[in-house]
């Protein structure tokens, strides 16, 4: 999952624009899932002044308008791919994969990190 991390302002953040290029789906399906989940996914937000999506604008390299992306935190991003709909053997498959197997990993460590904290307190 590290190619969708950005960094903005000192929290690690998931792009939209990067996801719709990883799972092979439109950048504009995308952000309109978020409009449809915006109540859904907006619960997970960790901070709380953030009452909409971050909003950041890529400039493309070729002509046209910037680029309108949002900027997600772990639970959200996590929340809109499993939104989205898997058609056999495609990369949102392979991407929900990732993210599942991500989140188990992350859990590991958290319990390994609470148990040796355990043990130092004892």
């Not at 092979?24 to 409009?35: A, E, I, V």
């Not at 639970?75 to 197997?101: C, N, P, S, T, Y």
Request: charged letters at 35%; a positive charge; proline letters at 1%.
């Amino acid at each position: 999952m590290k190619e969708l991390e950005t960094i903005y302002k000192n929290e690690r953040r998931y792009s939209t624009w990067k996801l719709s290029q990883v799972v092979g789906r439109r950048h504009t399906s995308l952000l309109n899932l978020c409009k449809n989940f915006k109540k859904e996914i907006m619960e997970f937000e960790d901070n709380k002044k953030n009452k909409d999506f971050i909003v950041h604008k890529i400039i493309k390299k070729t002509a046209g308008q910037p680029v309108k992306e949002y900027l997600l935190n772990s639970g959200q991003m996590f929340f809109l791919g499993l939104l989205l709909r898997a058609r056999g053997e495609d990369k949102v498959l392979d991407f929900k994969f990732k993210l599942i197997k991500e989140y188990f990993e992350q859990k590991d460590q958290l319990k390994k990190y609470l148990n040796s904290s355990e043990m130092t307190t004892n």
